[in-house]
């Protein structure tokens, strides 16, 4: 079982950048790849960014490629996301999620992941 819970999230003008954290609960953190995803009002949720069990690979929706960054510190229990050149159409509700699924692969499907966050809100506007 794994708890998460999101923060970092809030209001910043277009091309402001935000940082979220995710932190989980329990020992066995580093045996979930972890997966970013939001949600805006009448829009499915989407796959923004995700990071495999080490950290040492990730992947990125093209929607967010080259100004998202996701990392990871298995010591603090905690998954990463550095948003840079935030867009208006970057608002959404923000999770963090975990999968027990695979070694390598990082999936951007949410039916792969068994525990989910809250959600942070961010909101991007003049």
């Known amino acids: 079982q794994v708890q998460l819970v999101e923060s970092g999230g809030g209001l910043v003008q277009p091309g402001g950048s935000l940082r979220l954290s995710c932190a989980a609960s329990?020992?066995?953190?580093?045996?979930?790849?972890m997966g970013w995803f939001r949600q805006a009002p009448g829009k499915e949720r989407e796959f923004v960014a995700g990071i495999n069990r080490s950290g040492a690979r990730t992947n990125y929706a093209d929607s967010v490629k080259g100004r998202f960054t996701s990392s990871r510190d298995n010591a603090k229990n905690t998954v990463y996301l550095q948003m840079n050149s935030l867009k208006p159409e970057d608002t959404a509700v923000y999770y963090c999620?975990?999968?027990?699924?695979?070694?390598?692969?990082?999936?951007?499907?949410?039916?792969?992941?068994?525990?989910w966050g809250q959600g942070t809100q961010v909101t991007v506007s003049s």
């Open positions: 329990g020992r066995t953190f580093s045996s979930y790849a």
């Open positions: 999620a975990a999968t027990s699924m695979g070694l390598y692969t990082i999936y951007d499907s949410p039916t792969k992941y068994d525990y």
